[in-house]
């Protein structure tokens, strides 16, 4: 029977399991924890809580899978009017290191229509293949067509790992895809590696909505399935002398279930994605209308302004400025953070900022594991003094 | 019709601490509440209920028994019935095995011409339950739904906000629709509601009532597992711009020189 196990020997009796436990399971009986299996919901939050590790999720003895005859990195290389996207030349970067360790090919899906000439760039960008699928069906980016092909392509191909970029569409897609191949998928990874010893994927994303980061596998069902944020991983320095093998896929119908009956360009909102200078605010800012003095410090270092999860939550400020796993992923010059106390969520979308100034009241934030410059105090008293020092010059 | 609407009961609080001293985790003690991004996809099956008489409106949701509560809270917001599925067999699933389970509970109640799901749920932020559910029931799907779709004969007409543009789409039904937060104003519990919902019956179905195959359930039916938890890496230890608030300002204005982002 699967399950919650406690190793006696290595318990201590510290109780830490069982007040972490969100469900009740766990009760101390005789100074060890005793597990009530009709309340745990396997959640796993007591494991990391357990400081003698004595705590584990036992599962069954998996049926004998054929996972060994899969090989190969697949990349999802998702292109728009005509270019691939960042993204898919960030997965074939990170791709191409993990294919070397392994010792196996990369290969990048390409759908579309009339795209054949972006075989080229992908294979500069690090694949060794490109499997092209290039038809009607492909014009639009809509998931039942998308996901017919690959899925196609997998069951002839056998792909050990497939990745996707957590783009809208990759979002749509991918897990449409993991559904119908009966296997897992990982999202939002921060980091993929490859396990020396097993050769598993190890997928590392922020878990349990706080400040805890969670590796991930896929020990059994193939293929090993994640999506990777744009932004977070590099891109190869295209080499243009690179060569490998275009493989055409065979046609697929369009699915008519689903018409796109027209697109408008979303009205240009100035993404932070690309802004040089940000200034970001957090809960810590106060009140909604201290914002304004956000938005006049970011005014006047010619940058854009950030805010942190919660801030949208209370509804003060748009989802198109969120920083964050959720929200967008930025890389500027100078990131300011004003009372921004930095869940791992939030950390794992700043990671390419150059140079970090947080400010927080709490000196214990973990914002500051991410700062160059940290900055002890009240938010709002720090900004306005900031105001008028740069309004001196 | 039948609009059936995915739920789930989440943390009410999504903070886990890090206790300083023991370096264990502290989870904020918070009531259970509904997934807030599914509140925008209760609040649209309700008016899509209210504006045709055909549809029929039920509540879906996998948790542990008090998970009813959820549900009948739903209901207090205009849901004709809820439907908790709640078996031990369920616990532990990944999203593969929760999609797999909710689509034997859509199976179970005859199906569904529209299913909506919330963008994610706040505690696991994968965003995966939508498109897996839709894949396992052999339907299209659509994410990011962001206006209120209008049902006309066999189809659903929505608009979508993708990277770059607004879409509109012709589905045939059924579907389902993953809608973004703010697509309505989510009403709250009516005292009417509220009364009604205590009478309410809330049916409880486990894994033998669904005739689903206990080994692509809970734990059994995932194929993702966590392997290990960590702390995230720290970067190097930042510098202390100390003093009071006039000396910090002065502190960080010189940084801010010093890296040329001064507007002058």
């Known amino acids: ?393 | 019709m039948r609009i059936v609407v995915c739920v789930k009961q989440v943390p009410g609080s999504s903070e886990v601490r890090l206790d300083p001293v023991t370096h264990t985790i502290v989870r904020e003690g918070a009531a259970a509440i509904l997934n807030p991004f599914d509140a925008f996809a209760v609040e649209l099956a309700v008016q899509l209920g209210e504006a045709h008489a055909d549809v029929e409106t039920v509540a879906l949701s996998m948790g542990i028994p008090a998970a009813a509560d959820l549900l009948r809270d739903v209901v207090a917001r205009g849901i004709g019935r809820g439907v908790l599925l709640s078996d031990r067999a369920f616990a532990g699933a990944d999203t593969l095995a929760t999609s797999y389970t909710l689509a034997r509970g859509i199976e179970a109640l005859g199906g569904a011409g529209l299913v909506l799901c919330g963008k994610m749920a706040t505690d696991g932020d994968t965003g995966q339950i939508g498109p897996e559910l839709a894949e396992h029931l052999g339907i299209p799907h659509v994410t990011d739904v962001c206006a209120v779709p209008e049902l006309v004969g066999g189809y659903v007409r929505v608009r979508r906000q993708t990277d770059t543009e607004i879409q509109e789409l012709r589905v045939r039904l059924p579907a389902l629709l993953c809608v973004c937060k703010d697509i309505n104003d989510p009403r709250m519990p009516s005292l009417r509601g509220i009364r009604g919902s205590l009478a309410a019956d809330i049916a409880r179905w486990n894994c033998a009532d669904l005739a689903a195959d206990p080994a692509r359930c809970g734990l059994s039916g995932s194929p993702t597992q966590v392997k290990r938890t960590f702390l995230p890496q720290r970067r190097s230890l930042a510098v202390t711009l100390g003093g009071g608030a006039d000396e910090q300002a002065e502190a960080i204005a010189a940084v801010i020189r010093e890296v040329g982002a001064c507007r002058d």
């Open chain 1, 1 to 393: 029977m699967p399950g919650l196990a406690v190793d006696p020997a290595a318990c201590t009796g510290c109780g830490a399991c069982v007040r972490v436990c969100p469900s009740g399971a766990l009760q101390m009986r005789e100074n060890r924890p005793v597990v009530d299996a009709a309340l745990c919901r396997l959640c796993g939050l007591c494991i990391p809580a357990c400081r003698a590790a004595a705590l584990s999720i036992v599962r069954d003895a998996p049926a004998a899978a054929a996972a060994t005859e899969c090989c190969g990195i697949w990349v999802f290389a998702e292109q728009q009017g005509g270019e691939p996207l960042p993204v898919a030349f960030e997965l074939l970067g990170r791709g191409r290191a993990l294919a070397d360790a392994k010792g196996c090919k990369l290969t990048a899906v390409l759908l579309g229509h009339g795209v054949s000439d972006l075989a080229a760039p992908l294979i500069a960008g690090g694949a060794d293949r490109v499997l092209l699928g290039d038809a009607p069906a492909f014009r639009h980016a809509l998931e039942l067509a998308c996901a017919e092909a690959v899925c196609r392509a997998v069951a002839a191909h056998r792909p050990e790992i497939l990745l996707f970029g957590a783009t809208a569409f990759g979002r749509s897609l991918a897990p449409r895809v993991a559904a119908r191949l009966g296997t897992g998928l990982t999202a939002d990874c921060t980091e993929l590696a490859v396990d020396c010893a097993t050769g598993l994927l190890l997928q590392t994303r922020p878990a349990f909505g706080g400040n805890l980061m969670a590796t991930i596998l896929t020990e059994h069902a193939r293929p090993q399935m994640a999506t990777v944020r744009p932004g977070v991983m590099r891109p190869l320095q295209p080499d243009p002398a690179r060569t490998g093998e275009v493989l055409r896929l065979p046609d697929t119908a369009p699915d008519r279930r689903v018409q796109l009956l027209r697109a408008a360009p979303q009205p240009p909102a100035a993404s932070i994605a690309d802004a040089e200078i940000i200034v970001s605010a957090g809960r810590g800012i106060g009140s909604r209308g201290n914002l304004a003095l956000v938005h006049r410090l970011a005014e006047r270092l010619g940058g854009a302004v950030g805010v942190s999860r919660p801030l949208v939550d209370l509804g003060w400020a748009d989802y198109r400025h969120q920083v964050g796993q959720t929200g967008l992923s930025v890389a500027p010059r100078l990131l300011i953070t004003l009372g921004v106390s930095g869940a791992v969520q939030h950390l794992a979308g700043i990671g390419g900022a150059q140079t970090v100034v947080a400010v927080n009241t709490d000196p214990d934030a973990p914002i500051f594991s991410a700062a160059h410059y940290k900055v002890v105090g009240d938010s709002l008293e720090v900004l306005t003094a900031l105001l008028a020092a740069l309004d001196r010059r």
